[in-house]
């Protein structure tokens, strides 16, 4: 009977998928200074961003056939060295895209109307300085016709880019591997329009956008640091629902406290999980908990697919 070992939680329709196939499912987590003793008894791990999968532990369970990523980023796992050792990775990238690209939006409508700030100062001085705040929060701006910047046009910045069209602002995207054609909205009643989108440059998309949200995999260095804050527009808002890393934290800080930046949205961070403290305490920060793909809709299509993979792995 193969046994699989949800550490990070699986959706309860994914379990039972699992289940009803034949499969034993564990879901009480196991520290991470436990993991390896624990994993000699099972024959596959589903993960989500908590869960390291590092060579240490692959080399400790040879066992170990599968580990599943609920989710789209696997920095936390040595994707290439399982593999090398025949172990198969696989994870869920489209399951939660349009939750991420959601988030991204609460984060830009949170700072344009400086609600990051207002939610901090009204519990203590909205009874007392009602009208000094509604002074300084008097000066919000709009998102239609503004310019999102979309820096990795995967799938979440694809479905970032469609929210944005949806709501009428334009999009710059920049990738990689350069994207032409078009993204097809789909609206209420059956409605569905194409919008053509194609990719531009780096350079263009952080010199001429009035707002950048990053979707890229991990990278060896910040993608935004202070050169690319220097060229952005004044009063730029920026959003990372993607990973910790490929933002220069202190250079966010700096752009903020001079107003290059006007505000960020920050759902990932270096030092998860225990953040830089300037970030946490910035008025002109929005905060989220890494909660991107935490939807009750996401997670229930990450679990069906995870427990789809699985079953069609271990049934080949």
Known sequence: MIRILANDGIDPIGKSLLEEAGFVVDTETV???????ALQNYDGLTVRSATKVRKDVIDACPNLKLIGRGGVGMDN???EYAREKGIAVVNTPAASSLSVAELVFAHLFTGVRFLQDANRKMPLDGNTQFNSLKKAYAKGIELKGKTLGVIGFGRIGRETAKVALRLGMNVLAYDLFPHTGSLTLDFAGGVSVDIPVATVSLEEVIRNSDFITLHTPFAERPILAA?????????VG????????????????????SGKVSFAGLDVYDNEPTPLAALLQHPKISLTPHIGAATNEAQERIGVE??????????K
């Open 77 to 79: 796992i040595d994707v």
């Open 306 to 315: 995870l427990a789809s993979l699985i079953i069609e792995h271990f049934n």
């Open 238 to 257: 920026i959003v990372n629902c993607s990973r910790g890393g490929i933002i220069n934290e202190q250079d966010l800080i700096d752009a903020l406290d």
């Open 227 to 235: 050169a690319e804050f220097d060229q952005m527009k004044p009063g």
């Open 31 to 37: 520290p991470q200074d436990k993991l390896i003793e």
